[in-house]
Nanobody
Framework: VQLQASGGGLVQAGGSLRLSCAAS????????MNWFRQAPGKERLFVAG????????HYSDSVKGRFTISRDNAKNMVYLQMNNLNAEDSAVYYC???????????????WGKGTQVTVSS
């Protein structure tokens, strides 16, 4: 499956952004979907994941209560709604597909190209 993330940009602290990830292929619903992020000079970290059906989601502690992951299997899309952004959320965001929600990158089968999110304080 091929993944393409979009929706990043520059936003002021306290603002919101919605990231989208478009997936190609007819097997989208057989993959759990995850969002990771990587800030300059830091490792890539798990942000949020959603199960194949969308019934289960999981978030890192740093974004819990502010970010919401969702998916539309009919459209082969996964979204990340990000609210109350702060400077620490600035990073390149990647969507990723795998058999399960994965908090480590090793559990991912496919990575998309990232989209840059910059939060100005």
């Amino acid at each position: 499956v091929q993944l393409q993330a979009s929706g990043g940009g520059l936003v002021q602290a306290g603002g919101s952004l919605r990231l989208s990830c478009a997936a190609s292929g007819r097997s989208f619903s057989t993959y759990a979907m995850n969002w990771f992020r990587q800030a300059p000079g830091k490792e890539r970290l798990f942000v949020a994941g959603i199960s194949k059906s969308g019934s289960i989601s999981h978030y890192s502690d740093s974004v819990k209560g502010r970010f919401t992951i969702s998916r539309d299997n009919a459209k082969n899309m996964v979204y990340l709604q990000m609210n109350n952004l702060n400077a620490e959320d600035s990073a390149v965001y990647y969507c990723a597909a795998g058999p399960l929600i994965s908090v480590v990158g090793d559990g991912v089968d496919y990575w998309g190209k990232g989209t840059q999110v910059t939060v100005s304080s």
